[in-house]
């Protein structure tokens, strides 16, 4: 018997896989641009199934993705999580037509952390970009109590050992010309315990006030995505969290 996948609403997946509101998709159904297996379709509400369905556009076939990827500027103040019964959650944040069944965020930034977050529903994907043992990347931007310069640079560079925690040597980035000491620093670790950065901080007696992930891999915030924003990304583009940094010196 022929399987069966998920059916979706056709705006639904016009819109995410195009990039677009889902009222736009909604009306390029409507008038008449749509196919479903060559035949047309009028009613946004109609159903497709993305495995096994072939929907056109103005006759160009639309490759339906198996999942969906999202970039999102997580703002302050919202848990990554899925559901939370008290608090908002990333998930919370997205609007309906990035929204799928199963979206979970690819790792966690803390409540009062912003910046690049993933969102997906690919599990396998998650668990890979999370397992220990792919050391992938990540580079921070983060607002210290006090200055920090090239003394500790070396320790962060050496491997921090803490009372609870030692660390992969971890990069710690200073703006050209405040080698001596800057509030405003960036870091570069390849692990991702809990309150990583914030207890490597600590570690050299410093507090973290403000802190906001910019680089996942190859993967770069897009910062014209306003917080709460989040933007669909193709599965290679998702791939680029695999990839190294571009630019070993970061981004100062
Ligand atoms: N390290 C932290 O301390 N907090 C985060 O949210 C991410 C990394």
Known sequence: MEEKGRLERLDKLLALHLGISRKEAGSLVRKGHVARNGVPVRRPEEKADPENDVLTVQGTPLRLQKHVYLMMNKPQGVLSASQDPKAKTVVDLLPPELSRRGIFPAGRLDKDTTGLLLLTDDGDF?????????????????????????GEQNLFREGLRLPDLTCLPAELLLPPGEENGSHTVQVRIREGKFHQVKRMFKGVGRTVLELKRLQIGALLLDETLAPGEAKPLSPQEAQLVFQPFPDEKGQF
């Open 126 to 150: 998650a668990h890979k970009m999370l397992a220990p043992r792919s050391h992938v990347w990540k580079l921070y931007q983060a607002k210290l109590d006090g200055p920090v310069g090239t």
